[in-house]
């Protein structure tokens, strides 16, 4: 199968700090493992969400790793339309990354939470409105007073969210009501990605929504990143398990090493 024929961007260079990218096209995108990705890296996938303001009509960036492509695997009717409603979806996993490489697929890693850092550090202004589904207040009280923001609008949904469409419509309604330029919906997968589709459809949100996860536990500072060398050598996966050992221990023991054989099965079907 030819991956080529599946190019469709022709705008500026995104690596050019300069160039003014048009939000309405999408770049190439791949089908791997059963769901979409745009092989953005992540200064390409900074400048297309620097290009959103707070007038754009909404739209949003899903993050897919190794634990969302198990679970599209087993529930693709849950999944698949989340995906397939995003603006961009690039790959949140190092593991994903070296399997597209095999493959022969250019993904780059594109961690959610290095994208987030990213615009806080250096995108967000102190006076600028910014929406968070999720998160508690401890941590957003943190990154307030981190970065001096003066306008949070935060709504933290109930537990069980992906099982209470009305609690999903709360979400979105709020979206609605506080627009901003950006969004930080951090509920898990696919709770956020149901808020995400939620505030699209809705018609009247705008702004960039963001599937993040816990992004804001690492910003804070309540979750601690991997050292560099970890990240790079792609074993940031055992440094979370080994912080979070009782919580951790089946997503990455159990449920991880099922992407091989999930990879070995697409391979087949090419």
Avoid at 234 to 241: G, I, V, Y
């Amino acid at each position: 199968m030819s991956h080529d024929a599946q190019y469709t961007y022709n705008g500026p260079s995104e690596t050019d700090s300069n160039a003014q990218i048009d939000w309405r096209m999408k770049p190439r995108s791949y089908e791997f493992l059963g769901a979409e990705f745009h092989p953005l890296d992540p200064v390409q996938t900074l400048a297309r969400a620097k290009s959103i303001t707070a007038d754009h009509d909404f739209r949003y960036i899903v993050t897919p790793n190794v634990d969302h492509i198990v679970r599209l695997t087993k529930e693709p009717e849950i999944f698949k339309p989340l995906y397939e409603a995003a603006w961009l979806s690039v790959c949140d996993s190092r593991i994903l990354e070296l399997l597209a490489s095999r493959s022969n697929i250019p993904l780059k890693a594109v961690p959610g939470s290095d994208l987030s850092q990213q615009l806080f550090d250096n995108v967000i202004q102190q006076d600028d409105p910014i929406t968070v589904i999720g998160a508690d207040i401890e941590i957003i009280s943190i990154v307030r007073g981190k970065y001096g923001l003066k306008k949070i609008h935060h709504y933290e949904p109930p537990m069980g969210l992906r099982r209470k469409p009305d609690e999903v419509a709360k979400c979105a309604e709020f979206i609605a009501r506080h627009p901003s330029r950006y969004v930080f919906i951090c509920v898990g997968s696919p709770q956020q990605e149901m808020v995400a589709k939620a505030a699209l459809e809705r018609g009247d949100c705008k702004g960039l929504g963001l599937c993040v996860g816990a992004s804001l536990d690492f910003i804070g500072g309540r979750t601690k990143r991997a050292p560099k060398w970890m990240q790079q050598v792609r074993l940031e996966w055992l440094f979370r398990l080994l912080s979070e050992p009782k919580r951790l221990w089946k997503r990455y023991l159990v449920e991880g090493p099922k992407i091989f054989l999930i990879w070995k099965q697409w391979l087949k079907n090419q």
